[in-house]
């Protein structure tokens, strides 16, 4: 399983970005996504994630109405619509796919891409 995030960049607060991940694997659509992030000096926390067939979502409290989860099982990607983005959304922003049990139940991580809100 690879991942690679692409989107990132620097945004003025107000504004907007989408992140995308795309994935490699022949068993894409049994996977559960998620989006996280870590700004320096904090932990990883969660910011969305997103069941096998899409059908269910679910947002950190801080990201509720301004950030929108998707993906694609037929291109075997995943992207994050930031909208209203804040100083405080700054932070190295992770793709995450979690593997069922029956293959293997693993995590597995992108490099990270870069979000930054100026004020």
């Known amino acids: 399983v690879q991942l690679v995030e692409s989107g990132g960049g620097l945004a003025q607060a107000g504004g907007s970005l989408r992140l995308s991940c795309a994935a490699s694997?022949?068993?894409?659509?049994?996977?559960?996504m998620g989006w996280y992030r870590q700004a320096p000096g904090k932990q990883r926390e969660l910011v969305a994630e997103?069941?096998?067939?899409?059908?269910?979502?679910n947002y950190a409290d801080s990201v509720k109405g301004r950030f929108t989860i998707s993906r694609d099982n037929a291109k075997n990607a995943m992207s994050l619509q930031m909208n209203s983005l804040k100083p405080e959304d700054t932070a190295l922003y992770y793709c995450?796919?979690?593997?069922?049990?029956?293959?293997?139940?693993?995590?597995?991580w992108g490099q990270g891409t870069q979000v930054t809100v100026s004020s």
């Open positions: 995450n796919a979690r593997t069922p049990r029956w293959l293997g139940a693993a995590d597995y």
């Open positions: 997103i069941t096998e067939g899409g059908g269910i979502t």
């Open positions: 694997g022949s068993t894409f659509g049994f996977w559960s």
